[in-house]
């Protein structure tokens, strides 16, 4: 595979007999995704700052300054912690990125919204910090997992409608890697032709009763940080029509677990999907 190149080819001092550390040394990672997967490559020495909303690893809050929210950031305290590198995510970091690029800061800026995406992500991230052989090795075990799972839901009676809601007021659907994870489960994404767009306001469902009209057989919740409530779902108007509250199938997954681009929604989230998945294939059978 071609190794792409560090934030920067300056090599720190030796670490240990003979061994050089080659690429960035103080990262600043704006989002948790980025934080999750440097600590599963045990690269979590080169961090010098989080997201706030970080929650895995939890001991990342625990060793880590919290620098910045999703659409803000301590500009100052970032250029104070001397960053050789920032990782973002997505273009509504763009005001951040442009912040810290006039100060002089190498950015580096990630843009998946699909599973290949994500998995694009990993490649890069890993080879940056010198450890592309070990992301392989774990790309490979993430991949042959959902290749378990896919397999598991060929084998399904038939295959579930799936309401995700990213959001309740207004309601918002599932963003692409959501709705792909969906798919590899063995669900069929109620509003996958909403899926493709990237932005969230692109997805809200101007016509809720529009979610009542398409059936869903499971709701699925995982409303950004702010606790689901499937009784309120229940209650919405003509809900009671939906085979999903008929059945008692509304079901939360945390956003930490699905809703963040990496490697928690490869392996944590898309596994609770197939929980769900299956367990309601059982009663159909």
Known sequence: MTVMPACTETPAAPIGAGTVRWGPQRIVCLTEETTEWLYLLGEQARIVGISGYTVRPRVARQEKPRVSAFLSAKIDTILALEPDCVFGFSDLQADIAAALIRAGVQVTVFNQRSVD?????????????????????????????????????????????????????????????????????????????????????????????????????????????????????????????????????????????????????????????????????????
């Not at 399904?156 to 990213?166: A, K, S």
């Not at 869903?216 to 919740?221: H, L, R």
């Open 117 to 285: 995406a994500i998995f694009s992500m990993l490649v890069q991230v890993a080879a940056m910090v010198g450890q592309a052989e070990q992301g392989l090795t774990r790309i490979a075990a993430m991949r042959a997992g959902l290749q378990a799972i896919s397999d598991a839901a060929a084998r399904l009676p038939r295959r579930p409608r799936v309401y995700f809601e990213e959001w309740d007021e207004p309601p918002i659907s599932a963003i692409r890697w959501v709705s792909e994870l969906v798919g590899i489960a063995g669900g069929d994404d109620c509003f996958a032709e909403l899926a493709q767009r990237p932005l969230g306001k692109d997805r809200i469902i101007a016509d809720p009763t529009e979610i009542i009209h398409r059936q869903p057989d499971i709701v699925i919740g995982s409303w950004c940080g702010k606790k689901f409530r499937p009784e309120r779902v229940a209650a919405r108007p003509g809900w009671q029509a939906v085979p999903a509250v008929r059945e008692g199938q509304l079901f939360e997954i945390k956003s930490a677990d699905i809703l963040q681009p990496g490697p928690a929604a490869l392996t944590d989230g898309v596994a609770q999907l197939a929980r769900i998945i299956q367990a309601w294939g059982e009663r159909h059978g």
